[in-house]
């Protein structure tokens, strides 16, 4: 038996309740990469489920979409490491087209532009909440994206280096103004946005919009840490 090849890419899926979606979503992760499931206090057996489907499972317990990416984070080891909804609402079969910039040091961080594919899968609330920040972070960092979206892809050790601290739903915003500041290459390519499984526990409401609307808000007027890993420690 030769020497075991080691990971290169882990996909890190931040689940809370999510066991209806699990299954198409494992099933989407490409060959030889590793799915985390970072279970955030599921009560509808999902981290058992996603075990079973052959998944690593990382519990998470304190509640935030912050705190089950940052573990999912933490608990990687591959060289790249991808981010993906875990509601079938994004394919994680499309994660390739996104790593392929990062790899090649074409890019340091790729997300994934949110294109709607069929009734709801993105309500307007959540759309305008996007845009919106999408213009505040151009005024902020220069960046011209048009969406801010969960999927994305970067190396794992620039990742640790920009020092995340947010554990809310700024999370996903600190992680793009913080590449930004370091002068990391930020490149975004059009997927797919599906009607999810299930009800978002973000998103859903304008309750849930306008409180992760807050959060990212607040990561916008911080000022840039220093010593931040500058560009995406390309090799």
Excluded at 30 to 44: A, H, I, K, L, Q
Excluded at 123 to 134: E, F, V
Aim: proline letters at 9%.
């Amino acid at each position: 038996m030769g020497p075991v090849k080691p990971v290169t890419v882990d996909v890190v899926l931040p689940c809370l309740d999510e066991a209806g979606a699990l299954p198409w979503v494992l099933a989407r992760i490409p060959s030889g990469w590793r799915p985390v499931v970072v279970d955030n206090g599921s009560t509808d057996g999902s981290a058992a489920l996603a075990a079973e489907l052959g998944a690593t499972v990382v519990h998470e317990p304190r509640r935030g979409f912050g705190a089950a990416c940052h573990a999912g984070l933490l608990a990687a080891e591959a060289e790249f490491v991808c981010f993906c909804d875990c509601d079938a609402s994004l394919d994680p079969g499309l994660l390739p087209g996104l790593l392929a910039p990062v790899a090649e040091g074409a890019a340091d961080l790729v997300l994934g532009r949110r294109r709607p594919v069929g009734r709801g899968s993105w309500p307007p609330h959540a759309r305008a909440g996007n845009l919106a920040l999408s213009l505040l972070l151009r005024r902020r960092t220069g960046l011209r994206l048009r969406d801010l979206g969960p999927m994305r892809v970067a190396r794992r050790e620039a990742l640790l280096g920009l020092g995340l601290s947010d554990r809310r739903s700024g999370y996903p915003l600190q992680m793009v103004v913080r590449a930004a500041d370091a002068g990391w290459r930020v490149r975004e390519t059009d997927v797919p946005y599906l009607p999810r499984t299930g009800r978002s526990k973000v998103t859903g409401t304008w309750k849930g919009t306008w409180q992760a609307v807050r959060d990212m808000s607040r990561v916008l007027d911080e000022p840039a840490p220093a010593g931040l890993v500058a560009g995406g420690a390309r090799p």
